[in-house]
T-cell receptor, first 113, second 113 residues
Framework: GAGVSQTPSNKVTEKGKYVELRCDPI?????LYWYRQSLGQGPEFLIY????????DSGLPNDRFFAVRPEGSVSTLKIQRTERGDSAVYLC???????????FGPGTRLTVL | KQEVTQIPAALSVPEGENLVLNCSFT??????LQWFRQDPGKGLTSLLL?????REQTSGRLNASLDKSSGRSTLYIAASQPGDSATYLC????????????FGTGTRLQVFP
């Protein structure tokens, strides 16, 4: 079946602009995660959804970052007033109830000029 | 705060060698530990998952061990091949099966013919 998909694959924006990154999890997966990976680093956790609600948003760096999952499937990560330090690869993962493995998408590479 | 360290940061070996990648973590209260592979510009692929109650897992030429009390895991790759060239990431899961993953910075492996 289809894996986790993320759009766009690349996004270039200017400092101060607003961006939205989309994640389509594997069908039927109730858990969805967002991570951010800077160059040469491992992924860092941002937020975790169980169904429609954010079960853990402790990794969001500040209030410019927000994520939603209104129908319990597709999720959107929203970044306001982007800064150059936001440049990174944003990874989405999903998992199903009772399964521990997280399945990752290919990521969205965000570049803030 | 959980911290995950991977040694070495980079490794270059000739084809056919057996090799060991190391991962250490500071808090032994983990639910599980996963090893991932990441190819350039791609997402993460789960290789092996070890539950906290397990000591090792094997898949083909890969064997991962876990010593929770000492905060260590190793990934053993037998008879390495050029196709094994990638970055290998270790990640620990927190207190429950859907908890976020804490990643190390990875080991970049190159296997040359």
């Amino acid at each position: 079946g289809a894996g986790v998909s993320q759009t766009p694959s690349n996004k270039v924006t200017e400092k101060g602009k607003y961006v939205e990154l989309r994640c389509d999890p594997i069908s039927g997966h109730t858990a969805l995660y967002w991570y951010r990976q800077s160059l040469g680093q491992g992924p860092e956790f941002l937020i975790y959804f169980q169904g429609t609600g954010a079960a853990d948003d402790s990794g969001l760096p500040n209030d410019r970052f927000f994520a939603v999952r209104p129908e319990g499937s597709v999720s959107t990560l929203k970044i306001q007033r982007t800064e150059r330090g936001d440049s990174a690869v944003y990874l989405c993962a999903s998992s199903s109830t009772g399964e521990d493995t997280q399945y990752f998408g290919p990521g969205t590479r965000l570049t803030v000029l | 705060k959980q911290e995950v360290t991977q040694i070495p940061a980079a490794l270059s070996v000739p084809e056919g060698e057996n090799l060991v990648l190391n991962c250490s973590f500071t808090d032994s209260a983990i639910y599980n530990l996963q090893w991932f592979r990441q190819d350039p510009g791609k997402g993460l692929t789960s290789l092996l998952l070890i539950q906290s109650s397990q000591r090792e897992q094997t898949s083909g030429r890969l064997n991962a061990s876990l010593d929770k009390s000492s905060g260590r895991s190793t990934l053993y790759i037998a008879a390495s091949q050029p196709g094994d060239s990638a970055t290998y990431l270790c990640a620990v899961g927190g207190f429950y099966n859907t908890d976020k993953l804490i990643f190390g910075t990875g080991t970049r492996l190159q296997v040359f013919p």
